[in-house]
C-alpha cells in the first residue's frame, strides 16, 4: 500500500533462469532488450524474481518472468502467476468513485460528510481531496515493515476511528502528503453509495468486464503456494518469507493482486478510454492543484506527469515481501508493468524506467547511424579531432583549439567505451535532439547532440552522468 520507490539504476550484467510466453516475431528484438534489463537489475538488487508486461500500439507485446518465485525450494517464476500489486490498486478504488459519478449517485465534490460523518472535518473535506491525497487525514502505513499491531486483523472502521477521528495533519486541500487512510475512507463511501461490499463492486464493474481473470483480493488470505512467496531482508542480509498484514490493512488501498498481463489489460483500458466514460478520465488522469494553485503531480490515484517529453500515467505499489511498477503512456499507446517479490526495493522501478527509455529509442536504420557517427565523433574528440564537415558554423566555433585540447586530455584516458547507447530523442527548436549514454569501467558520461533539419550538428556535449 505503500508507494514504492522509483530509480534509474544502471546496473551490471549477469544471466538469471527465465520462463517466457510467446513472443511475437516482430518483437523479437524488443525481448532481447528487455531481458537485458531486468536479468540486471535482479542480479544487482538481489530481488528474488520479476514479472513484466510491455503493451506498444495498444496492445500486449511482450510479457515475461524472470528468477525464482520461491527460494527453497527454487521455483521458477512464471508469467501466469500473481503479484501483489500494493498501491496500483488505488487507481481501480479511484475509478469505482468515478463509475458512482458517472450515475449521479455522488460527485467528487461531495464532502465526506454526507456519507461519514463522523470522521474529522468530515464536512471540510471533498471526495476528491481524499482521492488526491489533499485531505489531511492521517497515514496509518507510513513504514516499511509490517508493525505489531498490522499482524492481526482489522476492519475499515476501526482503521477509519484510529487514524481518521484524529485531528487533520493540514487544512483540507493545502498540501499533498501520500496517506492510505485515505482510500480506506474512499472503500467505505463505495460500499455505502454502491450497496455491497467494496471488492464484490470492483470486481462486478472493473475486473470482470476487463476480463481481468487472474486477480483476486489478497486482502481476504494469503496467496495460494502456485503464486511466489514475498521476501524482506534486515540491511543488506539475506532474504527471508515476509510476514503477512492481518485481513482488513489493505482495503481499498492495497489489495489486488494479479499477473502482470491482467495489469496491462486495465492499461490498455485506459488508453482506449473503454470503462469509464471521457469525463471521467478526464478527472483521473487530471493533476490536482492546491487551493493556493500549486501544484501535486497527482491525478486521483495516479501520479501525473512527463518523461522524456511523453505524458505517463504511473504509480509503485508495495506490500509486506512486494513492489511494484505500472507506467501508462497514453498519447504514445504504451505501457509497462513490472511486479517484483521483495519489499522495500527499489528494482521494479528501475526495471520499469529503462524499459521506458527503451520505448522510445526508435531503433531503426536511421537511428543507428546516427548512433554510429555519434560514436565516431566522441572517439575523434578522444584523439582532439572532429569532422567538420559534420557540423554548423556554430558548433565548428565552439570546437575551438582549447575545447578539442580538453575533450582529448579528459576523454582520451577513458578508453573504449563499453557501450554507446542512444536513451532519448524529442523535437526542439527547430532541431531534433538525440542524447546518448556512454558506458566505461566505473565511470558513465551523457552525449547530447542537436541536429539541423539538414542533418549537420549544431550542438555536440559531453558531460559526467548522474
Not at 111 to 116: P, Y
Not at 181 to 189: D, M, Q, R, S
Not at 271 to 300: C, F, H, I, Q
Request: glycine share 8%; net charge neutral.
Amino acid at each position: 500500500m505503500r508507494k514504492a520507490i522509483y530509480c534509474g539504476l544502471i546496473v551490471a550484467c549477469a544471466a538469471l533462469p527465465l520462463r517466457a510466453q510467446s513472443v511475437p516475431a516482430a518483437d523479437t528484438a524488443l525481448a532481447g532488450r528487455v531481458d537485458s534489463i531486468v536479468r540486471q537489475v535482479l542480479a544487482t538488487t538481489g530481488v528474488p524474481s520479476a514479472t513484466v508486461a510491455v503493451v506498444r500500439d495498444g496492445r500486449l507485446a511482450y510479457a515475461q518472468a524472470y528468477g525464482a518465485a520461491r527460494l527453497e525450494p527454487r521455483v521458477p517464476a512464471l508469467p501466469t502467476m500473481r503479484y501483489s500489486i500494493g498501491s496500483i490498486s488505488k487507481q481501480f478504488t479511484a475509478s469505482c468513485i468515478l463509475l458512482l459519478q458517472q450515475e449521479g449517485k455522488l460527485s467528487l465534490d461531495d464532502l465526506v460528510g454526507r456519507f461519514l460523518p463522523g470522521l474529522t472535518r468530515a464536512r471540510e473535506v471533498t471526495i476528491r481531496e481524499l482521492l488526491s491525497h489533499t485531505s489531511g487525514y492521517q497515514d496509518y502505513w507510513p513504514q516499511d515493515y509490517v508493525p505489531l499491531l498490522m499482524q492481526r486483523p482489522i476492519s475499515a472502521d476501526s482503521i477509519m476511528t484510529r487514524w481518521a477521528k484524529r485531528p487533520l495533519d493540514f487544512d483540507p486541500g493545502t498540501r499533498w502528503q501520500y496517506s492510505n487512510t485515505n482510500y480506506v475512507i474512499a472503500g467505505a463511501i463505495v460500499e455505502k453509495v454502491g450497496g455491497m461490499p467494496f471488492y464484490d463492486f470492483l470486481r462486478a464493474r472493473i475486473l470482470e468486464p476487463l476480463s481481468m481473470r487472474s486477480a483476486v483480493n489478497s486482502d481476504a488470505g494469503p496467496l495460494p503456494p502456485s503464486d511466489p512467496t514475498g521476501y524482506m531482508s534486515y540491511g543488506i542480509g539475506p532474504l527471508h518469507p515476509a510476514p503477512a498484514e492481518g485481513s482488513g490493512w489493505m482495503f481499498a488501498a492495497g489489495e489486488l493482486a494479479m499477473t502482470a498481463s491482467d495489469l496491462a489489460r486495465w492499461d490498455i483500458s485506459m488508453m482506449d478510454r473503454s470503462l469509464l466514460a471521457p469525463a471521467s478520465y478526464r478527472e483521473l488522469e487530471t493533476e490536482v492543484l492546491l487551493k493556493n494553485g500549486v501544484g501535486t503531480g497527482y491525478g486521483l490515484g495516479v501520479d501525473v506527469g512527463l518523461d522524456a517529453g511523453h505524458r505517463v500515467l504511473s504509480h509503485g505499489g508495495e506490500v509486506s515481501g512486494f513492489t511494484a511498477s505500472n507506467r501508462v503512456y497514453p498519447d504514445d499507446r504504451a505501457a509497462i508493468v513490472v511486479l517484483t517479490n521483495q519489499d522495500a526495493s527499489t528494482a521494479a522501478g528501475a526495471i520499469s524506467q529503462a524499459i521506458g527509455r527503451l520505448l522510445f529509442t526508435v531503433q531503426d536504420a536511421t537511428t543507428r547511424a546516427k548512433v554510429a557517427e555519434a560514436r565516431r565523433i566522441f572517439e575523434g574528440l578522444q584523439r582532439g579531432t572532429i569532422d567538420r564537415s559534420l557540423l554548423t558554423d556554430d558548433a565548428n566555433a565552439y570546437f575551438d583549439d582549447v575545447a578539442l585540447r580538453d575533450f582529448a586530455a579528459s576523454l582520451g584516458p577513458l578508453g573504449t567505451p563499453q557501450a554507446f547507447v542512444p536513451t532519448f530523442e524529442e523535437a526542439r527548436g527547430g532541431m531534433l535532439e538525440r542524447v546518448f549514454r556512454v558506458t566505461f569501467p566505473g565511470r558513465t558520461l551523457r552525449v547530447w547532440t542537436y541536429e539541423m533539419p539538414d542533418g549537420k550538428l549544431e550542438q555536440y556535449q559531453v558531460a559526467a552522468q548522474n
